[in-house]
């Protein structure tokens, strides 16, 4: 964990870091940062190579794009194509597309929203969270192998560090889900 610290001239901004190991040192918050972007960039790049092998292995060909508004759909429940670009950060016409894709696919389903019959809403149907469920199930695996590797020390400072970057990226956990009851 990294705590903001004044140097004793104030000329340097410093931090203080404590390891998985416990031990407190005191570092130069520039290279702070820049060392845990580039960790983070490392990670980053070993956890898309995760994703994109469990999507990959989906029962139908999706793209991590399809994948992304599944999992939108299964975390927030149903949305509008306009919600779901917002959500997803790509422009309406390709949240279309999108959809009109997983449609086919018999992944979700359009409908009539109840509340005003003029919304057509995009949900997710139980083809399409069968499929969420089988590429999660391929991700949990790698990931389970990956963790293996590390010390059980390691492991939990790294479930802690992980859990607070996913808050703070506003990404639910699976079980939080709207639809984990299915």
């Known amino acids: 964990m990294l ?5 004793a001239d104030d000329s340097m901004p410093v931090e203080e870091a404590e390891t998985a190991m416990g031990k407190t040192t005191v570092v130069d918050s520039t290279l702070a940062d820049s060392t845990l972007a580039d960790s983070f960039v490392t990670a980053s790049r070993a956890l898309v190579g995760l994703a994109v092998r469990s999507i990959e ?3 139908v060909p999706i793209t991590v ?3 992304r508004v599944l999992v939108v759909l299964a975390a927030e429940g149903p949305h509008t194509v306009g919600e779901l670009a917002e959500l997803t950060g790509v422009n309406q016409s390709n949240a279309s597309r999108l959809c009109d894709r997983l449609q086919r696919l018999g992944l979700v389903e359009r409908g009539r929203a109840e509340h005003d019959a003029r919304v057509v809403l995009v949900s997710l149907t139980r083809g399409g ?3 969420l469920d089988s590429v999660t199930a391929r991700r ?3 990931i389970a192998r990956v963790l ?6 390691q492991v939990a400072a790294l479930v802690d ?3 607070a970057f996913s808050a703070a990226a506003h990404e639910r956990d699976d ?8």
């Open 140 to 142: 949990r695996r790698e």
């Open 57 to 59: 292995s989906a029962s």
């Open 3 to 7: 705590k903001r610290k004044d140097s």
């Open 129 to 131: 969270k069968s499929v």
């Open 148 to 153: 293996s590797h590390l010390s059980p020390t």
């Open 65 to 67: 794009s399809q994948h």
């Open 175 to 182: 079980h939080e889900w709207a639809l984990a009851g299915w």
């Open 161 to 163: 560090a992980l859990s």
